[in-house]
Nanobody, 124 residues
Framework: QVEVVESGGGSVQAGGSLILTCKVSGDCYNSHYQAWFRQAPGKEREGVGSINCGGGTKLHADSVKGRFTISRDNAKNTMHLQMNSLKAEDTAMYYC?????????????????WGQGTQVTVSS
């Protein structure tokens, strides 16, 4: 059973920064992709960024380009989402997803394994 655990959420004022961390159990091969999604109340789940386990292939949603950066720390087998210049509209539950072997994707249906989520709240 693959375990996915997110951490690092919290409350921050607009313009601030947060970094989220995701730990996925088991090995992570270069052809495997992980991703961050978010879901605000009353809205659909939105893909934020996707990265392969080697860290060389990345995809960011247009809504976060230039502000958010997805990355991997292979020494620790963790994935991160650095979020800068946060806005009130970034407020959401953020989810880590894993188990995609078909390429970078911001589609939720591409991922088999999901964490429980970590809340990010940005106050204006």
């Amino acid at each position: 059973q693959v375990e996915v655990v997110e951490s690092g959420g919290g409350s921050v004022q607009a313009g601030g920064s947060l970094i989220l961390t995701c730990k996925v159990s088991g090995d992570c091969y270069n052809s495997h992709y992980q991703a961050w999604f978010r879901q605000a109340p009353g809205k659909e789940r939105e893909g934020v960024g996707s990265i392969n386990c080697g860290g060389g292939t990345k995809l960011h949603a247009d809504s976060v380009k230039g502000r958010f950066t997805i990355s991997r720390d292979n020494a620790k087998n963790t994935m991160h989402l650095q979020m800068n210049s946060l806005k009130a509209e970034d407020t959401a539950m953020y989810y880590c997803a894993a188990g995609n072997t078909n390429g970078a994707s911001l589609s939720a249906s591409s991922y088999k394994y999901w964490g429980q989520g970590t809340q990010v709240t940005v106050s204006s």
